[in-house]
Structures are given as C-alpha cells and as structure tokens.
C-alpha cells in the first residue's frame, strides 16, 4: 500500500508534470473507482491543472475549481503514459480502473490489482466532502507537529501503539509498512500501550516517526513513478523481511500475522528477545 512518502513523492511528480496542463478527458474504466456523481467528470475537460496536493495517502488535483481526489488503497497505483492507444481501452478488462489524458496526450493511468477492489476516487468542489479526508489526523512532517502535540495525540487513545500509529483519525499518512519501520527504530514492541509510553518513550518514539518519514520522503525524491514501490520495498529494515537477519543487531525479523496484514519486528531490538504470539502460528502447532 502507498503510504505518505510514497504518496509525496506521486505528488511531487504529477506536479510536474501535470500543473498547466490541460485535462482533455477522464474516463472511468471500473464500475468500482469513482465514488461520486456530481460533479460529473466530464466537467474536467478543457480544465487547466493548477495544484497537486496530498491529504494523508490522498492525493489532491485541482483543475478549475474542482478536486480530483485518488485514494491508492492496498492494490492501486497509478502509471504515467507519454502517450496512448488510438483505440480506447474496453471497461472492467484487467487492472485498468481510470484514465486520465491530456490535451498533449499524455496523461495517467490508475490501475489496481487482485479481486478486492478498494481504490477510490472523488470529484468534489472541496477536498473537506470526501470523508476519508475530513476524518485525517494532523500530518506527521507538518512543521506544526511537534513533539507536545504528538504526545497530546497519544495521550487520547489507550491502544496498542502499532494501530494508534496507523489510525488516520489520529495521525495523517502512516500506514502498516512504516509503522513497522517507525518502531524498529524507536526499539518499541508494537503491541505496547500507549497508556504506558513515558515522556522519553513518547520523544524516542516521535523523533523515530518524523526521522523515518523524512528519510522515506528523501530516498522518494526524484524517483519516477514506476520504480516508487521497489524504491521502498529495497529500503526496509524489517517490514517484510520474516526469517532474515535484522540490519542492526543481526536477530532474525518475526511475524505476527492477522486475518488480513502482518507485522514484521526484532525480538532483541524490540520486545527484549521475547517472541510476539502470533495466533496463527500457534493453531498450526496444535
């Protein structure tokens, strides 16, 4: 799943390559991706680019006075073209869920892969109607977000770390890869409490948040579109990395699986060598 870095790093690229340019026509290829009506999305043609924003894991283009609001969710991503097929694409054939092509013919695809079809998109006069982005916490790399308001974020809700790091109600971006990454580096089991994090657990962990973002954002930069997924599977520290050795300690990386994701932590860097129970595990050594 495309997370903030990720996510930024779209932003800084459609940025350049879409803001003055004209929208010359949207088409909708999934029965499933456009989550609004009305607008309709031929109102988008003839339209001129003059933003892109991000939102959390929302990206944000504004052509006229319209948003064009893309959620990439799990599966989704989105591919820029140089050019198109003379022929139009044929609605709900593959991964091909909306096309987006400009005057120059150039333009945008969003594709999402596998059977759960989750990536949205909204065409809205204001980013603030689309709900997932009027319930989004504040922004982790926001200048305004500093370590006292992080830890009145925390002091809020009494949960497990991992999931209060992953709640966008909460904080705005963070999704399971780099809350994984995030507690590696803050030497923090993620099913600790955050009714149990001390005020130097809260700075360690807040410093590991934005050092791990901003880092993520930086290797992002530049990077073009296509290569962004492996740009961050490469960087991982234990994020999908079960059985092999950690980067600091040379521990192997456990998982702990749930029904739909997984984490990924070090017993000696995190949980002072104690394996995490994970369910799943314990029903197939039954």
Not at 59 to 87: E, M, N, S, V, Y
Not at 199 to 211: F, I, N, P
Request: net charge neutral.
């Amino acid at each position: 799943m495309p997370e903030l870095p990720e996510v930024e790093a779209l932003r800084d690229f459609l940025g350049d390559h879409l803001v003055g340019k004209e929208i010359a026509r949207v088409l909708p290829l999934a029965i499933s991706v456009l989550k609004t009506y009305d607008p309709p999305v031929t109102e988008l043609e003839g339209a001129d680019v003059s933003a892109v924003a991000r939102h959390g894991k929302f990206l944000d283009i504004t052509a006229g006075d319209l948003h064009l609001l893309i959620h990439l969710a799990r599966a989704g991503w989105l591919q820029w073209k140089d050019g198109f097929p003379a022929t139009p694409p044929r609605p709900g054939k593959g991964p091909l869920a909306l096309r987006t092509v400009l005057t120059g013919g150039d333009g945008f695809d969003l594709t999402e892969m596998g059977t759960t079809k989750r990536l949205a998109v909204h065409l809205v006069r204001d980013p603030a109607e689309v709900p997932g982005v009027a319930r989004l916490g504040p922004d982790p790399l926001a200048d305004s977000f500093d370590r006292d308001a992080f830890a009145a974020v925390l002091g809020g809700a009494r949960r497990q770390i991992k999931g209060a790091l992953r709640d966008q109600s909460l904080i705005a971006g963070i999704g399971n890869a780099y809350s994984d990454e995030i507690l590696h580096v803050a030497k923090m089991s993620p099913f600790k409490l955050t009714s149990a994090l001390g005020d130097e657990d809260v700075t360690r962990l807040y410093d590991a948040m934005r050092t791990t973002l901003q880092d993520a954002v930086e290797r992002s930069r530049g990077v073009a579109a296509g290569r962004l997924k492996a740009e961050k599977k490469s960087s991982m520290r234990v994020h999908g990395r079960t059985g092999q050795p950690c980067p600091v300690c040379g521990d192997t990386v456990l998982e702990v699986s749930f029904s739909d994701s997984s984490l990924q932590y070090c017993p000696t860097c995190q949980t002072g060598g104690k394996p995490l129970a994970d369910r799943r595990l314990s029903r197939l050594l039954k």
